[in-house]
């Protein structure tokens, strides 16, 4: 029987003044003990000592710098100098656990275009500040399709703890809607091929204060923004699903998913307003339409008609709870509203 050779596995590391940080991501990926790798650093034009850093460690990577792009075009242009069969993408503050990579590979078989694992919630510091996250079930990618149809999106971990078959973005030119790279390749990865989930911390993730640094105040506009790129991401799925072929998608009506409505009501509320009784009854007909699970649903109808009913400072109080991940813990996943 044949075996089959080791997957070369990149890793871009992107980075935007985070000097303090990108040492600890570099020496991460360098100390696997997984030998068919690639190392990419990509920096953002930072301003700090980001650079110096960088190019200390020399030859034992590839270091990119350009001016100020965004991480989205920083990480879109770092492709174009990756040679793996699949690709990481880790943000500059967090770090692999020892063994990440290899565990990866194990299972990068060829009809895999996606692979997360869980990721655990570090401070500043690197002390652990919470347990393993999101949770991992073994979903086929029929289930993967019908979750993106009926809600947008599916349980995923943030950028860090996803890795995707290169082939993934050669469907993708630029997302110029949005902010980070990874919206539309989880998306896109289960039209592709099998998403194999790892039920295990393979990297730290770090909370911080310039990682959440707009989360603690209600931002109208960064609301609608949400909202907008939710949506944005939509069209785009659909649309590279019908020029290439691909497994048919059918997005249920995006302006009624929770995602969205829930941005709706955040948006009221930073405006100073409530969020009215049409825009709650929306917001909870999203809910039974979702079949978020029995405990979540009636949690979260609660919380939508106390905005509706409590005075302005509690239901303040309420959508900073709901939009800042700082007031409740680590995240647990992509598709928490």
């Known amino acids: 029987m044949d075996v089959m050779p080791e997957p070369k596995i990149t890793v871009i590391i992107n980075s935007y003044n985070y000097e303090k940080y990108i040492g600890q991501a570099i020496d991460s990926v360098l100390s ?47 492709l174009r100098q990756a040679s793996g069969d699949f690709i990481q993408f880790l943000d500059s503050d967090d770090y692999l656990l020892p063994g990440a990579i290899s565990a990866v590979a194990a299972v990068a078989l060829p009809d895999v275009a996606k692979i997360q694992f869980q990721l655990l ?10 347990e393993p996250w999101p949770a991992m079930s073994a979903l086929s990618r029929q289930d993967l399709i019908k979750s993106i149809e009926r809600r947008g999106s599916y349980v995923t971990p943030p950028n860090s703890g996803n890795v995707y078959r290169s082939d993934v973005f050669g469907y993708i030119d630029d997302i110029d809607y949005e902010g980070s ?14 998403v194999r989930q790892i039920a295990r911390p393979l990297a730290c993730y770090r909370y911080h204060t310039e990682n959440f640094s707009g989360h603690g105040k209600l931002d109208p506009a960064r609301f609608a923004l949400e ?21 048919e998608i059918s997005i249920s009506d995006p302006d009624g998913q929770l995602f969205v409505t829930t941005r709706d009501i955040l948006r009221k509320i930073s405006e100073g307003g409530r969020p009215g009784v049409p825009l709650v009854a929306r917001y909870s007909l999203s809910l039974f ?26 239901r303040r109080r309420l959508a900073i709870y709901r939009s800042d991940p700082r007031s409740r813990g680590p995240a647990k996943g992509r598709t928490a509203a």
């Open 32 to 78: 696997q003990d997984y030998a068919n790798k690639e190392i990419i650093v990509v920096d953002d034009g930072s301003t700090d000592g980001s650079k110096d850093i960088i190019l200390a460690y020399g030859e034992s990577i590839k270091a990119i710098f350009h001016e100020n792009l965004g991480q989205a075009r920083t990480c879109l242009r770092a």
């Open 121 to 130: 919630p570090v401070g500043p510091d690197g002390a652990v500040v919470g």
């Open 181 to 194: 790279i990874d919206g539309i390749p989880y998306l896109l990865a289960p039209l592709l091929g099998e």
């Open 227 to 247: 909202a907008r790129r939710h949506k944005r991401r939509l069209d785009h799925l659909s649309a590279i699903s019908r020029q290439n072929n691909l497994p």
């Open 289 to 314: 339409r979702e079949k978020e699970g029995m405990s979540r649903t009636v949690k979260l109808l609660i919380w939508g008609v106390a905005t509706q009913i409590l005075p302005d400072k509690s």
